[in-house]
């Protein structure tokens, strides 16, 4: 029997369609490693709206691990989506199996680097930077601030709501994080307003 422990964020039936479609203009063949995939709700949703690929997810909490299994055998994609991966961005080198590594054309992280401190943007980037080679994406979605300043007054509260649970989360300024960006090859090829005061960020391998 298989148990149900699947998790259900809310905020991914809002916003799996506008990511899907920031990702429809980047993706092509190959691997997609996801970073901080949470409850697995977006692995699934892409893996089933991109079928050429195959979708990696990864987490460091084993709950949330259990529950990308559990989503994968309810969306019935066993044969085709691997197992969730144990993540943790600054435990280096990640572990990812040969063929997804050989066939890695991009990485995905959706609402992950502001609930984490900052030393794991730091190790997002070095790692991304290493696995991926010239022309490969890595995409960020989330909240962001804009030259320091947040881009509206939710975004405020949610900060201040972030650093209570610890001070040193927090919605990243996006000028240090294309910074770090470029400390590891990368360029910020495009930034996407999306819904809700979040943005797309792509990142592309220029080296
Ligand atoms: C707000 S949740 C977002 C989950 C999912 N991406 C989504 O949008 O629903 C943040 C996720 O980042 C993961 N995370 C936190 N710190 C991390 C780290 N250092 N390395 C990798 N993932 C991390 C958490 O376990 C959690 O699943």
Redesign the pocket.
């Known amino acids: 029997m298989i148990l149900d422990r699947r998790l259900f964020?809310s905020?991914?039936q809002r916003n799996r369609d506008c990511i899907g479609d920031v990702l429809s203009r980047i993706i092509k063949k190959g691997s997609v490693l996801e970073?901080?995939?949470?409850?697995g709700?977006?692995g699934v949703v892409f893996q089933k709206r991109f079928p050429e690929i195959i979708w990696q997810t990864?987490?460091?909490?084993l709950i949330?691990r259990k529950s990308i299994r559990s989503w994968i055998e309810y969306e019935d994609l066993i044969k085709i989506m691997p197992r969730p991966l144990e993540?943790?961005?600054?435990k280096i080198p990640w572990k990812i199996p040969l063929r997804i590594a050989n066939s890695l054309q991009g990485i995905v992280?959706?609402?992950?680097i502001h609930?984490?401190e900052w030393s794991?943007t730091v190790a997002l980037f070095r790692e991304s930077g290493k696995l991926l080679n010239k022309g490969q994406f890595l995409i960020l979605y989330g909240p962001f601030k804009i030259c320091n300043k947040h881009t509206s007054e939710s975004n405020y509260f949610f900060d201040n709501s972030l650093k209570i649970q610890n001070d040193l989360w927090g919605i990243r300024n996006l000028e240090e994080v294309c910074d770090e960006s470029k400390k590891n090859g990368f360029y910020q090829e495009d930034i996407i307003s999306m819904p809700a005061n979040n943005f797309s960020i792509i990142y592309r391998k220029g080296s």
């Open positions: 964020f905020a991914t970073i901080g995939s949470g409850s709700e977006h990864s987490d460091p909490e949330h993540i943790h961005v600054e992280s959706i609402n992950m609930v984490a794991c």
